[in-house]
């Protein structure tokens, strides 16, 4: 692996969140889950991408708005490939964007389960100070620990992922991070080089 690009993972419920909504079929309120499936649609000069939920009970279709009457230009290419391929990373990205279910004003059923890291790299250059960067993409909010994050993820002991972070190794945005640091959506996890981390995190 390429360990001078930066990593991104994308931190993804077990279970995404359902939605629920009076179905026009049922005549009553159901769950509409995530059917991992986008709609494309362009209107002229303009584009609209919508996620496609279905009523658990008579599959009735729910479509969330994700791209209003967009400019295709303005539209990151790699993502647009991913709508029309029904990229499951896209479709657990937006399934799981609590900003989007509110600006969609859906009422959203909250899921307690674990989760799993979808992981790619960026095209990135990292900075050779660090062994490793990691971008953190948590748009579901989990309330997770850095710490814990990453002794699960980098498959480091709990004891050895502590001293990197009593020993100032594991910053974010050039500030050291504590070890009950939350992860946050968008933040930026670096670790600095050091001899023993640098063996370490070589073949992660």
């Known amino acids: 692996m390429n360990r001078n690009l930066r990593k991104l993972w994308l931190i993804v419920p077990d ?3 359902t939605v629920i909504r009076r179905c ?4 009553e309120k159901t769950e509409f889950q995530n059917s991992g499936k ?12 919508w996620l496609i939920y279905r009523c658990s009970h008579c599959d009735t279709s729910w479509n969330m708005t994700i791209i209003e009457r967009a400019n295709p230009e303005n539209i990151d290419e790699d993502e647009y490939k991913g709508f029309l391929s029904n990229s499951p990373q896209l479709a657990a990205s937006y399934g799981s ?7 969609n004003k859906a009422e959203i059923v909250e899921v307690k389960s674990g989760y799993h890291i979808l992981e790619t790299l960026t095209i990135t250059p990292g900075n050779k100070e660090y062994s490793l960067e990691i971008q953190i993409k948590n748009p579901s909010a989990l309330k997770l ?13 709990r ?18 991070l504590m070890p009950g640091a939350r992860v946050m959506d968008g933040m930026l996890i670096q670790i600095k080089k050091e001899e023993a981390i640098g063996q370490e995190l070589l073949d992660v």
Request: glycine share 8%; with cysteine.
């Open 145 to 157: 620990r850095a710490d814990v994050l990453l002794a699960g993820e980098l498959e480091v002991s």
């Open 15 to 17: 279970q995404l969140p």
């Open 159 to 176: 004891s050895r992922i502590k001293k990197w972070f009593d020993d100032g190794l594991v910053t974010s945005g050039q500030e050291v």
């Open 97 to 103: 964007n609590r900003e989007l279910f509110i600006k």
């Open 38 to 49: 986008f709609r494309v649609n362009a209107n002229g000069k303009l584009l609209d991408v």
């Open 24 to 27: 026009p079929k049922c005549k």
